[in-house]
């Protein structure tokens, strides 16, 4: 079966600190990745998603980039956190074929 | 752009049913979801129903679909203090995967 890791779980970051959030997937191949954030602990918001090692597209403008440098790895980036990056980081993934999407358990993540 | 709309709070006892509702604006939909999300934890797949379809149930989960409306609406059947949780509508409207979600409705059920 496949399932998604993230990690860290949580994290707590001073402001102007680089970040590096990772989320591996395992038991399937070619999946598409996506990196969502959720403030507040509501709405969602797709910031990036990836149809392939290397292939990165984003989806707003902000202060973050994402890499995929093996097949099931997805990698969060920052150079330098702002407060405004604080949030729940969700990683999820879904077959090229399929309809279903899974996610992983979530980063948390406070920027002080 | 695309807009996902679901009201924010719904309180229903214990044993009842629930019925959650969602509406979205884009008419190329190809999948609609419902996901859970249990407090500090990720979200949770609970089914999803192709566009082409009015109906699907499992178990006590029954999902229906108006396309005329635009209307998406999940029935959990005897609800359990379990079910408490946020849940989330969500469509698909591309072939990269991408869903646009709603802003979550946050059910409490009462012993």
């Known amino acids: 079966s496949q399932t998604i890791h993230q990690w860290p779980a949580t994290l707590v970051q001073p402001v102007g600190s680089p970040l590096s959030l990772e989320c591996t997937v395992e038991?399937?191949?070619?999946?598409?990745l996506y990196w969502y954030r959720q403030a507040a602990g509501r709405g969602l918001q797709l910031l990036f998603y990836?149809?392939?090692?290397?292939?990165i597209s984003s989806e707003v403008p902000q202060n973050l980039s994402a890499s995929r440098p093996q097949d099931r790895q997805f990698i969060l980036s920052s150079k330098k956190l702002l407060l405004s990056d604080s949030g729940f980081y969700l990683c999820?993934?879904?077959?090229?074929?399929?309809?279903?999407?899974?996610f992983g358990p979530g980063t948390r993540l406070t920027v002080t | 752009g695309e807009d996902v709309e679901q009201s924010l709070f719904l309180s229903v006892r214990e044993g009842d049913s629930s019925v959650i509702n969602c509406t979205y604006t884009?008419?190329?939909?190809?999948?609609l979801y419902w996901y859970k999300q249990e407090p500090g934890a990720g979200l949770q797949l609970l089914t999803y129903?192709?566009?082409?379809?009015d109906m699907k149930q499992d178990q006590r989960l029954t999902v229906l679909l108006n396309k005329k409306d635009k209307h998406l609406s999940l029935r959990i059947a005897d609800t359990q203090t379990g079910d408490s949780a946020i849940y989330f509508c969500?469509?698909?409207?591309?072939?990269?995967?991408?869903?646009?979600f709603g802003a979550g409705t946050q059910v409490v059920v009462t012993p």
């Open positions: 129903i192709f566009s082409n379809m």
């Open positions: 999820a993934w879904s077959s090229r074929t399929g309809g279903e999407q899974y």
């Open positions: 969500a469509e698909r409207t591309d072939s990269w995967g991408k869903l646009q």
């Open positions: 884009d008419s190329s939909s190809t999948y």
């Open positions: 990836s149809v392939g090692i290397g292939q």
């Open positions: 038991g399937t191949s070619n999946p598409n």
